[in-house]
């Protein structure tokens, strides 16, 4: 399990990849909690902005485990606003 260091830091119990081997040739690679935060801990306003940043932090945590975004399987994409 891991945290790469390009994407905001999760609660100390918490890692944003899991690595499990499968068979000897292959292993699944699990990710959660990409969103739209920064590493600063801020969110942006526009919702375009926090996609991009999203999408960044699943590349950094692909990376991390030795794939590509292009070996992604499955993704949920969840879009909340602000309730006041």
């Not at 992604?72 to 879009?79: A, C, P, T």
Request: proline share 12%.
């Amino acid at each position: 399990m891991s945290s790469p260091p390009g994407v905001p830091h999760p609660p100390p119990t918490y890692s944003h990849v899991c690595i499990a081997p499968m068979v000897p040739s292959s292993r699944l690679v699990t990710q959660a909690d990409q969103t739209g935060r920064k590493l600063d801990g801020t969110i942006p306003s526009r919702i375009k902005e926090q996609a991009r940043i999203a999408c960044e932090s699943l590349g950094e945590c692909s990376a991390a485990a030795g794939a590509t975004p292009g070996d992604i399987v499955r993704l949920h994409s969840y879009y909340c606003s602000q309730w006041k």
